[in-house]
């Protein structure tokens, strides 16, 4: 499929994943598909957090690192959110754009970049859970993919074989789940930044028609004026929807990258290193690697929505009439204040705040060293 061939702006593997979690718009069934899976998110996490809270005094640190990488990919991806108003507004953007017949490529362009994305970010995630199974594979003892606490004994056949099985299949299912909302949002973000781009080219071919001062140009300003609203509230949903996901993101990854870091570092000096860094240096990337899509996504909405402004102060605004030229001031006023997505509406998310996540977690794993 090529960026020509597009004709929605959400791709099939996204729009599969959101029916298969219950969160697709309008959809019959989404409230037995959330119902089990807060069952079985329910029965996991019970499992997951009863064997933390018993091996806390116990166990090194890799190990309650498995859990803790765990239960933050199903904290985060199981928030009731509600994404009609975003996806009915996408579906309107591309409907306007195949009826006037314009802009369709550029629009294609973004929604194959954020195919391609969700298609990398699912399979690295995905393929992430196989090194879960190294251990498992090569222990002397019995020991699950994921660290629960049983009450029986689930270290005997054929329960241990059914439990690891399973165990394997549900977190492929939940981190691939995890990798393709990480493609909804940047979805989201290039849809918003393809509309910014088209509202820059309909400012330039405006400002190319202004040589008649006789003309009236005040229905083509009222639309551009309409169309930075839309803009605006496109991003307000986006930043309600995200805001507090932004918040449990930030605050998680900082503490993955620090204690997974930590277990890096101590690894080497260990007889089992070559196992805990073959499970811990991917999931150490993968945590990286989320971190910097979300900020680079609040970068890069930030950095489009300063674009309008400018382009709308290139335009010889002063050649208008005094009742159209504050459309023009107007429009640039309202530009000013850049598009964003904030954690926990207090911090914007930028590339600065990656590197203060990467310095945080440096010097808390640094700490843990001295002190180890």
């Not at 781009?197 to 330039?204: A, G, L, S, Y």
């Not at 507090?244 to 690894?267: D, E, K, P």
């Not at 005094?322 to 590339?351: H, M, W």
Request: net charge negative; proline share 2%.
């Amino acid at each position: 499929m090529t960026e020509k061939t597009m004709n929605s702006p959400i791709s099939k593997l996204i729009e599969l994943g959101l029916y298969f979690i219950g969160l697709w718009p309008k959809y019959t069934y989404s409230i037995i598909h959330r119902i089990l899976w807060i069952v079985i998110l329910g029965i996991v996490l019970i499992l997951e957090y009863r064997y933390i809270l018993l091996h806390i005094a116990t166990d090194d640190l890799a190990d309650l690192m498995d859990c803790f990488s765990i239960t933050n990919d199903y904290d985060r991806d199981h928030k009731n959110r509600t994404f009609d108003e975003i996806i009915d507004m996408m579906n309107e953007d591309w409907l306007e754009c195949n009826t006037i017949g314009r802009n369709v490529d550029l629009m294609s362009r973004k929604v194959f970049v954020a195919q391609k994305f969700s298609k990398i970010s699912t399979i690295i995630y995905g393929g992430g859970v196989i090194m879960f199974l190294i251990p498992v594979i090569f222990a002397e003892e019995r020991i699950f993919v994921l660290k629960m606490e049983f009450p029986f004994d689930a270290t005997v056949s054929p329960f241990y074989e059914l439990i690891n099985v399973i165990q394997f299949f549900q977190e492929v299912t939940f981190a691939s789940t995890s990798g393709m909302l990480n493609g909804v949002i940047m979805t989201m973000i290039l849809h918003t930044g393809g509309q910014i781009e088209i509202m820059c080219q309909t400012i330039e071919e405006f400002m190319n028609k202004i040589d008649n001062e006789h003309a009236c140009y005040l229905n083509i300003l009222k639309k551009l004026i309409i169309k930075h609203d839309r803009i605006i509230l496109f991003a307000g949903y986006i930043e309600d929807l995200f805001t507090y996901i932004a918040l449990l993101q930030f605050f998680s990854n900082t503490m993955a990258i620090c204690f997974s870091g930590f277990v890096i570092m101590t690894s080497f000096d260990m007889e089992e290193g070559s196992a805990i860094l073959a499970k811990t240096v991917p999931y150490y990337t993968v945590v990286n690697v989320e971190a910097f899509i979300l900020c680079f996504a609040g970068e890069y909405l930030s950095s489009k929505s300063t674009i309008i402004g400018r382009k709308a102060y290139d335009t010889n605004w002063y050649e208008l009439k005094p009742n159209e030229s504050r459309y023009i001031l107007f429009l640039i006023l309202r530009a000013q204040k850049k598009l964003t997505i904030t954690v926990g509406k207090f911090l914007d998310l930028s590339l600065e705040s990656f590197a203060s996540i990467l310095k945080a977690s440096a010097s808390y794993a640094s700490v843990l060293h001295a002190m180890y």
